[in-house]
Structure formats: C-alpha cells, structure tokens
C-alpha cells in the first residue's frame, strides 16, 4: 500500500510540472505583434490593426504625413478607416514577415525589422507590445553630417 501511494504521489508531482507552456519572450510577442498588424493592414481589419497601436501610433495612421513637407490633410477621420483605406491599396502578396531573431528591446520600447526592409518602433503597454509608429524604410533618416544609414536599432 506504501508503495502504490509513492507511486500516486509521483504521478501528481509529474502532472503538476507539466502545467502548460512557458509563455513567450518579448521578442517572440513583438515579431507576432507585428505579423499580426501587417496581416491585418492587409485584410483592411481595421479593428484589429487599431488595437495593436498605441494612440500615438493610431494618429500616425489616420495621418501619415503629420510633420513631413507640405501641409497635406489626414487620410481618415479614424484609425480603423484609414486602415480600410491603405487596404485598399496594399499589395497583399508582398506583406512583410518580421522574426524574433530581428527584434531589439531598450526597456518599455523596441524596434523590429522585417522582410521588407522596414523598421517598426513598439513601445509596452499594459504587458502589451503595440505599434508606436508606421514603419519607416531602414535608414530612411540618415545623419545630416555624416550621411551614414542607421540600422533599425535602439
């Protein structure tokens, strides 16, 4: 009877350590955070997409060339029809795929870098990585003086 109780209690310790899966590193959360948003950018999802931006980022969408050249006006009202808007024009069959292998964190902030060549900055929100910016091309803001190319890096 010892024996079969030893054996009992065994079998739930085994049990109780195989409680379920360790859950994913912030790289691995930001890369599917990122998938995520290009997939739903191209499906014109504009609810899902808006969900995983921050404010900051969401007026970025409605108003994309908020600060660059000539005054121009924004391209929606809201996020979710800015994104119906860029779905429209969104070529679906070259949507950019990010890795956890080309994710860098400083922090509560972090930058991705995709398939495409563009640069995605997300910042932690409530436990949650959001898009905090559209993504730029890779060295799209080079330095005045010295001409160089930063990567998409923190």
């Keep these: 009877m010892r024996r079969l109780a030893t054996v009992l209690v065994l079998g739930l310790v085994a049990l109780g350590g195989c409680g ?20 739903a950018l191209a499906a ?13 980022g969401q007026e970025a969408m409605t108003d994309p060339y908020q600060g660059i050249g000539p005054n121009r006006p924004p391209i929606a009202a809201t ?4 994104v119906a808007r860029t779905a429209d024009s969104t070529d679906t069959n070259g949507i ?9 964190i400083r922090g509560d902030i972090a ?15 409530n436990d949650a990585w959001l898009i905090a910016a ?8 080079a330095d ?4 160089e190319v930063p990567p998409c890096d923190l």
């Design 20 to 39: 379920g899966d360790d859950p994913p590193d912030d790289e691995s959360q930001i890369a599917e955070a990122v998938n995520q948003w290009y997939d």
């Design 44 to 56: 014109g999802d504009g609810e899902t997409a808006c969900r995983l931006m921050t404010a900051r």
């Design 79 to 82: 996020c979710e029809l800015a």
């Design 96 to 104: 950019p795929e990010v890795g956890a292998d080309e994710v860098r």
């Design 111 to 125: 930058a991705s870098q995709d398939s495409g060549g563009l640069c995605t900055y997300l910042r932690l929100e």
């Design 134 to 141: 559209l993504p730029l091309p890779i060295g799209s803001e």
């Design 144 to 147: 005045p003086d010295t001409g």
